[in-house]
């Protein structure tokens, strides 16, 4: 999303109980908008108001900040997601924060970079979110920076797709780099021919799922941007569901020309966003 949104002391949806809340009464500086607005996402979707606010990231004092005051969250991703882009896609117009940081001149670098990580008992951080920069101690070879070919969705050139030592050139394809899906997002088509060769079935609900004991014995699945392939082993690119004895791998939404291509859950992919 490219909406800064939070969940509201207004909010009497169950996932707002489990979260923090904004309470617009306790703050000295916050300027009421009330505009309402609707955000859909592929899990869900929310209903709030827009409100103003001075917004702050470590050292980073962003004033005059729109933000939204979530006061409908139906749903279990809502409620038990641990929650706590673009401007043309910002729903309202609302600018995004990042936005107010570069045009301020808040950073020296105009971009943002992305360490993904689990945090488990070898690793207590889950990941690093940097504004102006990025940590190169998280990086083992030179960043391979790829262009945006249209705005809104950070959405770079999908050149081709390599699996089981088969390669499909993907002429016109666009890939969405989101930091915020935890599922790869492919055209029914293309869905249908790689579970077909892993032995997928799609359930009732639009998911592939795939014995967990076939998981190491799975073939590569690489994609390239800007002439570089990024290759993921099966238990890279299969996602462990909460059926017992299977996994999910793939959710399939829509027919468009255009792959979201998740975070992986292992740090091998560090992320730099800018311009």
Known sequence: SSNLWVPSTHCTSIACFLHRRFDSGRSSTFKPNGTE??????SGGLEGIISN???QIADIKVIDQDFGEAVKEPGLVFTFGRFDGYDNIAVKGAVPPFYH???????DTPIF???LSNADKNN???????????????IDEPIHWVPVRRKGYWEIELEKIVFGGEEVEMEG?????????????VPISIADLIHKAIGGKRNFAGQYIIDCDR???LPDFSLQFNSKLFTLNGSEYVLKGIIIHHSYLFLC???????LIFPSSKPMYFRVYGS
Do not use: C
């Not at 940081?101 to 950073?107: G, H, M, Q, T």
């Not at 690093?128 to 990025?134: A, D, N, P, R, T």
């Not at 394809?173 to 997002?185: K, N, P, V, W, Y």
């Open 37 to 42: 607005f609707e955000i859909h996402y592929a």
């Open 53 to 55: 606010d001075v917004l």
């Open 101 to 107: 940081i570069v045009n301020r001149k808040l950073i």
């Open 113 to 115: 970079s992305f360490w």
């Open 124 to 138: 207590a951080i889950g990941g690093e979110l940097i504004f102006g920069g990025y940590d190169e101690s998280h």
């Open 173 to 185: 394809t666009g890939a969405a780099i989101d930091t915020g899906t935890s599922l790869i997002a």
């Open 215 to 217: 998981v190491p014995s």
């Open 253 to 259: 939404q829509g027919l468009l020309p255009l792959m």
